[in-house]
């Protein structure tokens, strides 16, 4: 049996889980709910993040986020760490029957290098099927905020990266794409306002997950 036909039956009760959301969404604020709930369902939880996740993925994360560079540059540094992490974590993980809860995943791609940075869709779509032809998150959490929200959120973060220090501009234009995202594959995104009190939205997210 073949890694690809081996994964498609893992998967069946092995889950991959994604976080998304622009900066200053706060969806890192519930991921270790998430993943306790999931344990106390009884599954082994693995939770790592994107760009890293690797020891090299983590090398390329500091590039990444501190580093000047071509755009398509950008692009590629962060489907090479996305290869390794699925070659090194998730699918390991996934063949394991583990659930893999990951903090970002292609969408950001699409919603950064695509949507706020405008590199042309086709050609992450080309990548996308090149790095994970086979491989689609079973559930996507999209933490969604009005801009200046977000953008107060990160006016009180220390050390801002490179993308945190955007402008407006290209903040609305990641959110937008993420949207576009969620409504063209609406079986897998769940869109939380993420602009509600905490206990609201693990409480949404409880029923999100137990649907699962």
Do not use: C
């Amino acid at each position: 049996m073949n890694q690809s036909n081996k994964l498609s039956k893992t998967m069946k009760t092995a889950k991959l889980i994604t976080f998304e959301g622009i900066d200053g969404a706060g969806k890192s604020t519930h991921i270790p709910f998430v993943v306790s709930l999931l344990e106390t369902a009884g599954h082994t939880v693995v939770s790592t993040r994107e760009p890293g996740g690797t020891e090299l993925g983590e090398q390329l994360r500091a590039l990444l986020l501190h580093q000047s560079m071509h755009l398509e540059t950008e692009a590629l540094l962060m489907f090479a760490a996305r290869r390794e992490h699925i070659a090194q974590v998730i699918a390991p993980a996934l063949e394991r029957g583990d659930w893999v809860v990951s903090d970002r995943f292609t969408d950001a791609s699409f919603a950064y290098q695509g949507g706020g940075r405008k590199l042309a869709l086709a050609k992450l779509e080309a990548l996308e099927k090149w790095v994970h032809p086979d491989l689609q998150p079973d559930l996507t959490l999209l933490f969604d905020v009005p801009l200046e929200v977000a953008r107060s959120r990160l006016d009180a973060a220390r050390d801002p990266d490179k993308f945190e220090q955007e402008k407006a501009d290209f903040f609305a234009n990641t959110r937008a794409e993420y949207l576009r995202r969620a409504a063209e594959f609406p079986a897998r995104f769940r869109v939380i306002n993420s602009n509600r009190p905490i206990e609201e939205i693990q409480a949404e997210l409880s029923g999100i997950v137990q649907s699962l």
